[in-house]
């Protein structure tokens, strides 16, 4: 006889009847929910909780990066430590409190010797569980802001590099023509007209010198190694304190575990020289009695950015910045800085720090500025290399 026996004990209508049922599902497995903390602490959103009396109760860590404070200082501050006592955020957070609502607002800024945050939306909401309880939530909107405004950064060096092919092109042959002519004028006419000749021959050298600075503004890929970015800046320093800057007093606040930046170092050289150098004709041009320039490197956890045309989110966590107390930048000339021939200073070009911003966007990084009388920082949010590239010196 074939096939399988009946299980002992049981007859063939108990097993037909088992095998005609269904089996049971398994019991759902049961869901852990992380506690609310642990849930905040991972947001990449600044959140704090206030008491009744403003006094800091919770900060994530996305809000001690924002407010520049540690966890520990908080717990022992209030928001009023912080932003005066009439800021818009603390007449939210009354709204808050007397409608028992979620309250928002958007293009706050925050603005205290402790903090300087432009364009920040913030969102209120009542704890119930907590009399006067306040959770606030803040975006800073600056990253995203500055992606926008260094995308136009790049559009603006590309202009300049059609302009620098089409001047290289056009112009640099007939400017050799002229001065030739003016250096056999010079020697042949008599003195009277010799001052007119040498006036042609360096207005002609002058032309040609500002079609050489347009000219590295040439699309050329460069070449990319692991630099420490710390000897770039101590070089930059020595230069500056042996020349432009001798009577700067120099601070330097460094993270000595800072990973190599990926970048080339005589470019990140001439960025920050032509920083440090602009930073020191504030000084001067500001007649600033203690003139003093920071320079700053720090890693930073941040949210990666997704940048049009790249498959790849950028990861800028390297920041290096150049802080003067100086006059700070003109106000009509803040959102064009970055642009071809825009400057403040009477004999300059303003092709400098449209230079720098081609140079960072050649590096795939951001550069941003915040800037006020008494106090101008450019911030540069470079990208690291991995540990197995070797280090320029």
Do not use: C, W
Request: proline share 8%; no cysteine; glycine share 6%.
């Amino acid at each position: 006889m074939t096939g399988h026996p009946f299980p002992r004990n049981r007859s063939p209508q108990t097993v037909a009847a088992a095998a005609a049922t269904p089996p049971r599902p398994a019991p759902p497995r049961p869901v852990r929910v992380p506690d609310a903390a642990v849930l905040m602490s991972a947001l990449p959103v600044p959140v704090v909780v206030l008491d009744a009396d403003n006094r800091f109760l919770y900060a994530n860590h996305a809000a001690e990066q924002f407010l520049g404070v540690s966890i520990s200082q908080l717990a022992q501050m209030q928001l009023t430590d912080l932003v005066p006592a009439d800021h818009p955020a603390l007449m939210l957070i009354g709204q808050v409190r007397r409608g028992e609502v979620t309250v928002s607002d958007r293009d706050m800024t925050f603005d205290s010797p402790r903090l300087h945050k432009v364009g920040v939306s913030v969102q209120g909401t009542p704890l119930p569980e907590e009399p006067g309880a306040v959770l606030l939530m803040m975006q800073d909107r600056s990253a995203a802001q500055t992606l926008d405004r260094q995308l136009s950064f790049r559009s603006a060096a590309r202009s300049v590099t059609g302009m620098a092919a089409i001047l290289a092109h056009e112009v640099k042959n007939p400017l050799s023509g002229i001065r030739g002519a003016a250096q056999l004028l010079e020697s042949s006419v008599a003195e009277p007209d010799r001052e007119l000749a040498v006036l042609i021959r360096d207005e002609a050298d002058r032309i040609r010198a500002l079609v050489d600075r347009m000219e590295m503004f040439g699309e050329k890929p460069i070449e990319r190694t692991a630099v420490n970015i710390h000897r770039v800046l101590e070089h930059v320093r020595r230069l500056a304190q042996s020349g432009f800057a001798a009577a700067i007093h120099f601070n330097e606040v460094y993270d000595p575990s800072l990973p190599a930046v990926h970048g080339n170092r005589d470019q990140l050289v001439q960025v920050f020289l032509n920083l440090v150098k602009n930073a020191a004709e504030a000084i001067s041009q500001g007649a600033v009695i203690n003139g003093e320039i920071t320079l700053t490197t720090a890693f930073q956890h941040g949210v990666r950015l997704a940048v049009p045309g790249s498959d790849r989110p950028v990861h800028l966590p390297l920041v290096v910045s150049v802080r003067d107390n100086g006059p700070g930048i003109p106000e009509d000339i803040r959102n064009s800085l970055f642009d071809p021939f825009v400057t403040s200073k009477s004999a300059g070009s303003g092709l400098g720090l449209a230079l720098v911003a081609k140079i960072i966007a050649d590096h795939g990084g951001l550069i941003e500025v915040e800037s006020r009388p008494g106090r101008t920082e450019f911030r540069l949010h470079l990208p690291m290399i991995s540990d197995d590239t070797p280090i320029t010196p």
